[in-house]
């Protein structure tokens, strides 16, 4: 993982939302010599530009609103959050646990780590995308078992057959109208309910 992490830095589109000071102009030297694609902002956004991979973020609490309104406007994947502090007073960090922040880098700045922070940050983040899928998926499947289930009952006790028989009205069905088994399930679990309520 970490190799075809460090083959991908030049692919990666990285905002440093961060005072253009001294710091700030290192902070984004150092990783344009690493082969990133970096832009900086300031003072902090309300959003950020589509595809942005990386947010390096000054976190500082007299920013908390500003920090917030940024964090929410986070299109879907967002982008792998670093975090910059300069304290670690509590607002700070509380701030930092808020962002979703996957590393913290620590003002002064050093170039010395930042790679590091960098390709651990994306590593943690890349798995945690692998689990959310994961997860929707099996959410998914979960859902269309438990209308399946729900269809199957219904047909049983309507037309007095057995669990097989319902499985395969259903599954004929499906066939004959080019529609998922999930899609006839929904169907009859909503007729069920229309009836139901009707009645």
């Excluded at 609103?65 to 509590?90: G, M, Q, R």
């Excluded at 962002?99 to 790679?115: D, E, T, W």
């Excluded at 890349?126 to 269809?151: F, G, H, P, V, Y």
Aim: with cysteine.
């Amino acid at each position: 993982m970490p190799i075809s992490l460090l083959r991908q830095l030049p692919e990666l589109k990285v905002v440093v939302v961060h005072p253009p000071d001294e710091e700030g102009d290192a902070l984004v030297s150092h990783l344009r010599r690493v082969g990133c694609m970096v832009s900086m902002v300031w003072p902090v956004p309300e959003a950020l530009a589509a595809n942005a991979d990386v947010l390096f973020l000054l976190i500082e609490g007299e920013g908390r609103h500003a920090t917030e309104v940024l964090l929410k406007s986070l299109a879907k994947p967002e982008p792998t959050v670093i975090a910059i502090v300069n304290y670690e007073d509590p607002t700070t960090l509380q701030l930092v646990l808020e962002s979703g922040a996957f590393a913290v880098v620590q003002k002064p700045i050093k170039p010395f780590g930042l790679l590091a922070s960098l390709v651990a940050a994306r590593s943690i983040w890349a798995e945690r995308q692998t689990l959310l899928k994961e997860n929707r998926k099996l959410r998914r499947k979960i859902a269309s078992d438990q209308a399946m289930s729900r269809a199957k009952t219904i047909l049983m006790a309507s037309k007095g057959i057995s669990e097989g028989d319902a499985y395969q009205a259903i599954r004929a069905q499906a066939m004959a109208k080019r529609l998922s088994m999930e899609q006839i399930a929904s169907s009859i679990i909503n007729m069920e309910t229309l009836l139901h309520s009707a009645g």
